[in-house]
């Protein structure tokens, strides 16, 4: 009674959610419709899942968080825009919610994480969702080669320039949504690759935690 009681709160905290990234602007009906079925709180630890559709970044641990919602809706929408379909890279799996959306909405998801335990934690998640997403653990600035070329990537961490590991394991006609900037905030940057070349354009502001490894910031 009470994990029924539990799941309708939690069902209704995440419509809310939905009306909230709605209110922001976002119409993408397939964006939303994800966002309304993935259940984000499976991505928390049982102690914090009360703050898990709150409209904030929350942190998981290892210097990371998960990002607030309006944010991973935002980068989704712009993969989905412009790529609707196919095979997708994610850098930095981190709390694996945003890989769940991606699958949910048809893709065919590789994730990669540098850190270990979450990796080890978003593997435990996906596991018992029954989720078939492809994880690697390494330097996601490198990206993953052995399955490349992919139709979209979507990079969840702050970078000072799209690593050219990730231009080139693009498909012709592919997709890379990231984060450029500095310290101080990033642009939502979309990059789309027309053969050898690649056209850039960039949107709104935002703040993620840096994208670490060989061709992004170093690490401590």
């Known amino acids: 009674m009470t994990e029924r009681i539990e799941d309708r709160e939690y069902s209704e905290r995440r419509r809310e959610m939905v009306e909230q990234i709605r209110r922001y602007g976002l119409k993408d009906t397939r964006v939303l419709d994800a966002f309304q079925r993935v259940e984000r709180h499976r991505f928390f630890n049982d102690a914090d899942r009360g703050y898990a559709y709150d409209d904030c970044a929350f942190p998981i641990g290892c210097g990371q968080t998960i990002s607030q919602p309006f944010t991973v809706a935002y980068m989704t929408a712009m993969l989905v825009e412009r790529c609707p379909s196919g095979k997708v890279l994610e850098i930095g799996t981190g709390s694996g919610y945003q890989a769940a959306i991606l699958d949910y909405l048809g893709y065919r998801v590789f994730t990669v994480e540098r850190v270990p335990e979450l990796y080890r934690r978003a593997s435990k998640i996906f596991d018992t969702l029954g989720l078939d997403i492809h994880q690697h653990l390494g330097d996601g600035t490198l990206g993953w080669s052995g399955h490349a070329p992919y139709d979209g990537i979507l990079v969840t961490a702050g970078a000072p320039e ?28 979309v990059i789309i690759r027309e053969g050898s070349s690649f056209d850039r354009e960039t949107f709104h502001a935002f703040a993620f935690v840096p994208l670490i490894g060989q061709e992004g910031w170093r690490g401590e």
């Open 162 to 189: 799209a690593p050219h590991s990730l231009l080139e394991q693009l498909a012709d006609k592919g997709v890379m949504v990231i984060p450029v900037g500095d310290s101080a905030g990033q642009k939502m940057t």
